[in-house]
Each structure stands twice: as structure tokens, then as C-alpha cells.
């Protein structure tokens, strides 16, 4: 009974290629954020969603477009992928918006070639 | 853009109460120190917060100095399953933001 889910947990694709990396919450919590933890570990705020509305979207290049599709659901799709998307993607919940108690998934290692 | 200092890395020997400090002098009123720790490239967990008491629970403690421009986290029986990352992190606008954190190794 994993509470934030991702999927896949490993990528690996060429560049150019458009990929998707789904996550789901099982939590009831109302808000989502993506993080992006590159190859020197650190580990940086991308989007977060409360109730499926954005509130917060980083300098994190257009190719990159999350989708909420309900509360529960903080998808991630990346366009036209480059060597420097290579990283690790975690997926986070917290109950709302102003709740600093965030549950991370496993992440989703994206290896571009 | 982490307003937090912390040692890169620090070691403790099994058993013993690891002590983890961190510098965040221009935290606002308002905003919350937090901690959170990655084990090996796992998801990152949540360990504690607190805004200006001392705080406990079945994980670490959380000590605050009255300035609050400084903090502690207290892990008081260090396993070597707590050889991990361990961030310090002020928050401010709802936002939890990672620093490079501090490498906790425990050695047997």
C-alpha cells in the first residue's frame, strides 16, 4: 500500500523522445509537487499543484508540462528530451498547501542517451 | 536559494546521539524549520519541524536557540540505518526548498 506512487522507476530513452512519469497519491492529500534531483544530488522544487490547480512553476523549460487530471494524480510529461533531463524525478504530497509535511515517493531515474 | 548552512558531512559512532547542526540567521518570524533525511537515493522523509520550542518525537529531536538562527537535530541513538542525507530547510512561501544537506555516516 504505497502512499505516493510513481511510475516507472527507471526511464531510459534517446533524445528528441517525449516521455510521461505518472504519480498517484493515495493519501486524500490536495497537494502534489515534483521535485528533480540531478547526478550532484540536489534536489529542486519543479511544480506543485493544490487540488489540481498549479501554484507553483519553477524557471523549468516549457517541454516540461505537468497534468492533474484529479486531486489524486500529478502526472509529468517531458517533450523533445535532452542529455540534461537525465535525473532522478521525485514525485510529493502534503495534505495542503500549507502543510511542510511532504511524503515522497521512490523516484523515477531518467537516463537520456 | 536555501537560506540554511549546514556541514557537508559529519560521522557518528553507533549507538551514540548524533548532532546535527544548521545556521538559517535570516529566518522570519514565520517560517518553520524543517528536517528531512534521504537514505541512499530513496524518496526523501520527513523527520521533524518545529518555529520556536524545542520539539520531540519518536524520530529526533528538534532544538531551536531563542534567536532562532540556529538549530540542532538530535538524533539521540544512532543506527547505521541512519546513514543518510539529512537537510535543514527553512520554509517560506509554502515552499520546501533542499539544500545540499549534510552526509550523516554511522559507523560501527
Known amino acids: 500500500d504505497t502512499a505516493v506512487s510513481q511510475t516507472p522507476k527507471y526511464l531510459v530513452t534517446q533524445m528528441g523522445n517525449d516521455k510521461s512519469i505518472k504519480c498517484e497519491q493515495n493519501?486524500?492529500?490536495?497537494?502534489m509537487y515534483w521535485y528533480k534531483q540531478d547526478s550532484k544530488k540536489f534536489l529542486k522544487i519543479m511544480f506543485s499543484y493544490n487540488n489540481k490547480e498549479l501554484i507553483i512553476n519553477e524557471t523549468v523549460p516549457n517541454r516540461f508540462s505537468p497534468k492533474s487530471p484529479d486531486k489524486a494524480h500529478l502526472n509529468l510529461h517531458i517533450n523533445s528530451l535532452e542529455l540534461g533531463d537525465s535525473a532522478v524525478y521525485f514525485c510529493?504530497?502534503?495534505?495542503?498547501?500549507?502543510?511542510?509535511?511532504?511524503?515522497f515517493g521512490e523516484g523515477s531515474r531518467l537516463t537520456v542517451l | 536559494d536555501a537560506k540554511t548552512t549546514q556541514p557537508p558531512s559529519m560521522d557518528c559512532a553507533e549507538g551514540r546521539a548524533a548532532n546535527l547542526p544548521c545556521n538559517h540567521s535570516t529566518i522570519s518570524g514565520n517560517e518553520y524549520v524543517y528536517w528531512y533525511r534521504q537514505i541512499h537515493s530513496q524518496g526523501p522523509q520527513y523527520i521533524i519541524h518545529?518555529?520556536?520550542n524545542n520539539e520531540t518525537n519518536e524520530m529526533a529531536s528538534l532544538i531551536i536557540t531563542e534567536d532562532r538562527k540556529s538549530s540542532t537535530l538530535i538524533l539521540p541513538h544512532a543506527t547505521l540505518r541512519d546513514t543518510a542525507v539529512y537537510y535543514c530547510?527553512?520554509?517560506?512561501?509554502?515552499?520546501?526548498?533542499f539544500g545540499a544537506g549534510t552526509r550523516l555516516t554511522v559507523k560501527p
Open positions: 530547510i527553512v520554509r517560506y512561501n509554502n515552499d520546501m526548498r
Open positions: 518545529g518555529l520556536k
Open positions: 493519501l486524500g492529500h490536495d497537494t
Open positions: 510529493a504530497s502534503s495534505r495542503d498547501v500549507s502543510d511542510g509535511e511532504l511524503f
